[in-house]
């Protein structure tokens, strides 16, 4: 069975080999939309099943941009399909669906061994929408791999801007990033296409936060703002017999630690964990933990917490310590994000000079014009993060931008006119 858009077709089994049904079965999208594509291949076995458009109608499907779903190995797959812009419009358009068994060559041209191929009719109409933007990320939560961003704009973006919260951008659909720092990041992305333009900004969207273990014996130091921590025998291992390592959370600039347990598990009375306010063991004390009772959140006084684990004798019976994740405040951090009434366009319309300014505590870390069909005009970074700044735009062509104002919290976007 075969259900995408308005096609619901179910066919006998792999007899038929090939069937074609572009002329019978037809369905009208529009570019730049996702459509739903759910298949039932009909056998207890995984099968590899692929769909392919033939976007420029020429008879030739291709892999390189034709492939619009790919399910190898997969028992009854179903997932999304996005409408790629550029294809020939308003005409009947193969759509190719094929499944045949595990290891079948890529491709739209061969015959089947065991499986089936089915061509559908498929008519692209022009999207004549402004995009709205959405996105998504994998994984959302790290250490150090690098986190690959998927644009899921509806309606046929052709420009992307991307702010991955670190300073860093791109003008990829689907860009990768790795963070240097640990630290909860907000992304946004400003998308465009010749009927407008829009934005979308994901508060604490990435989290980047390594694991240390705690020392056997002595005292360390981590100055990460986020991260998490285990006991010394780490995630896989119990802790240690008769230890009493420290560990000292003190990232810069910090004006609160927050620690949350994810598990917690000492032998009750003999072995502990003490959780101290402030950089040492002489701080005083927020808790003192024995048994298997997962501790509540701590928030410490001022910007650092220390921790040490007091073991000595397990009778032989293994426990697996701890886990606690550690996030910190920071001084001039908001929890709300940035909108347009934080900042004055003026004047606008304007011949000359465009003036940008906060109304809020906001500072302003990059400002971008953005013609309509998504060409960057003018780009630049702003010294010491002003709230206050000035763009020449006397040499300007005359015309309606977008104009996009990136600060810590987020993006803001203001349409402006240049006579």
């Not at 995408?4 to 090939?18: C, H, K, L």
Request: net charge negative; aromatic share 10%; hydrophobic share 35%.
């Amino acid at each position: 069975n075969v259900n995408f858009n308005t096609i619901n077709n179910t066919t006998p089994d792999a007899v038929e080999g090939y069937q074609d049904f572009s002329c019978s079965k037809q369905t009208t999208v529009i570019e730049g939309n996702f459509y739903a594509m759910n298949i039932i291949t009909g056998t207890n076995n995984p099968q590899d099943t692929r769909v392919w458009i033939d976007l420029n109608n020429d008879g030739v499907f291709n892999n390189t941009n034709e492939l619009v779903f790919d399910a190898p190995n997969a028992f009854n797959p179903s997932g999304n399909i996005t409408i790629p812009a550029g294809a020939v419009l308003n005409t009947s358009l193969r759509m190719r669906i094929s499944s045949d068994v595990v290891g079948t060559p890529q491709s739209g041209c061969t015959n089947n061994d065991f499986g089936q191929t089915e061509d559908y009719g498929i008519i692209i109409q022009a999207n004549t929408l402004p995009p709205i933007a959405d996105f998504s990320a994998t994984p959302t939560s790290t250490c150090a791999s690098p986190v690959q961003f998927t644009d899921l704009t509806a309606n046929a973006p052709t420009s992307w801007l991307w702010y991955f919260g670190d300073g860093n951008t791109s003008i990829l659909p689907n860009p990768s990033h790795t963070y240097a720092n640990s630290g909860v990041y907000t992304v946004s992305l400003v998308v465009t296409n010749a009927f407008g333009q829009d934005s979308l900004a994901k508060i604490n969207f990435i989290t980047i936060a390594c694991s240390v273990n705690m020392p056997f014996t002595g005292t360390d130091t981590v100055t990460d703002c986020n991260g998490i921590l285990f006991d010394d025998g780490g995630p896989f291992l119990p802790y240690s017999e008769f230890s009493d390592g420290i560990m000292s959370i003190q990232p810069a600039g910090a004006t609160q630690i927050i620690l949350n347990f994810v598990s917690f598990d000492f032998e009750d009375g003999l072995d502990f964990l003490i959780v101290y306010d402030g950089p040492s063991t002489a701080s005083p004390a927020l808790g003192f933990y024995t048994g298997n009772t997962l501790p509540n959140q701590f928030i410490s006084s001022g910007g650092a917490v220390t921790i040490q684990q007091l073991t000595t004798f397990t009778n032989f019976i293994p426990r697996q310590g701890f886990e606690l994740n550690w996030s910190c405040t920071t001084v001039g951090i908001e929890e709300n994000s940035v909108s347009e009434s934080d900042f004055i366009v003026y004047p606008n319309p304007t011949s000359s000079v465009i003036n940008i300014k906060s109304e809020t505590n906001f500072k302003i870390n990059e400002v971008q014009l953005i013609s309509l069909v998504g060409k960057i005009i003018y780009q630049s970074g702003v010294k010491d993060n002003s709230k206050d700044i000035t763009i020449d735009i006397a040499n300007f062509s005359k015309g309606v931008y977008i104009l996009s104002v990136l600060t810590e919290k987020g993006v803001v976007n203001k349409r402006v006119i240049v006579q």
